[in-house]
């Protein structure tokens, strides 16, 4: 038997009432609707050791208008008849603009300019190259542009052809909901909720962003139209909605919720944020969030308990409810500020990924405090999936009781100085001179260096 995909939010959706004032706002700016704009983004620049070449151009225009670069060829030696050249070619590699400018250059400093009209050009994306050319197979110095012409009146007619298309399609899904894939349904959740933003974008002025936004919500559209088409026939197995993710186990390396095995896909948040986004990752099925709680957010107080944030356990009742994991990591990294006033030492000798020194004597208990505060608590939810130590963590241990641990590893691994030496490929005369270098262009010292300071780490953790 088949899971149907639950349809409980598409119901109802069918009027989108952000439309009617999105209309209304776009009939008021009607005449804005039927302007062009044009922006100009630097890609990147390349040089030779003979040249390079400076060079400024606005950002945005408002059609019609005069795109003007300014620009400076900085040369190392003098050169005659050099050309600087504005290039402008549409997606399909064709021109659409050359111009250029010839100069006789001089070592130093060597100011140009190259005005372009793009009057007549199409509404689209653009590439300009900005080159200093010595011949036609020799270029001394460039700069790349993205240029993207848009025209009000079209973003418009794009928004207003995409709420049409998504008022039909979940009318659709609603009457054929038995044997939808359900990923069409995750998408239209999607397209749903991201419309409106893409319309406020475009009133507000931000014409790229609408435009972008529109374009991927109308590729969601038709991946829907693909998956309504290619609609799997009854005798064959559906593709299953995301899982819910309760009591979760491991076991044989997999991941098992309530004996299924389920794979995780989410979001990572700070914990208020994924509050409020829980319905919407699990309309869009998710099944997991991930969160980082550390000293900071638990140990407010130098003195008195410690505390859980109230976001924790809403999070944790959210993600009950809709049957999504929860990953937390104890973060401690991020350590309560009233620490560093305590014992100022302790932000002394930070490194890596820690602000602190990881082998302060009072760090041990801070970070039991934190983790017998939070521990507790999330450890009964049945939306916990794991409790990470810590995040990537890249740890250094120094100070003179450091070193003296390197001391005795090298005395343990290797029994003598003169075997030391030969195998590190150093010099010293007597154990006691060995230092904690990392900059050491000894490869072997550093080995050994790492695998001691990874005991220290695995220790720590």
Known sequence: MHRSLPISFLLGAIFLPWCAAFMARAQESSAASDASKLWVEELGAARTPQAYVEATVSNQFLLPATVLWEGTIVSAEPFDKIAARVVVEGEDGEPRYKGEVLLDVVIGENPFSIAWNPEGLPDGDYVARLTVDRSEDMELASRTYRIRRITGSHVELLLQELETDLRELESHVAAVAEGVVPYAGYRLAIIHDYLPAAASAYLDGSWRRALDDSRFLQSLLDTIRVDLSLRTAKDEPLL????????????????????????????????????????????????????????????????????????????????????????MSLAPDAMAPWVYDAWPALAEGGAGTFPYDVTHPRLESILERHAETLLPVVSGSTSLVSVALADRPEMQFLGEPVRRGLIAFAKDQYGDRETMNRVWGTFYLDFNEVVLNWNLDRPAYRHDLSLYQYELGTAFL
């Open 240 to 327: 299953t909605p995301i899982p819910v993710v309760r009591n979760v186990e491991i076991r044989d390396g997999m991941f098992m919720s309530e004996g299924r095995p389920v794979f995780l896909f989410g979001a990572t948040a700070d914990c208020d944020v994924l509050v409020s986004a829980i319905p919407a990752l699990r309309r869009y099925g998710l099944n997991m969030v991930e969160t980082r709680v550390g000293p900071a957010d638990t140990l407010e107080q130098r003195n008195g308990a410690g505390t859980v944030p109230q976001a924790v356990t809403s999070l944790l009742e959210g993600a009950e409810a809709a049957g999504m994991g929860v990953t």
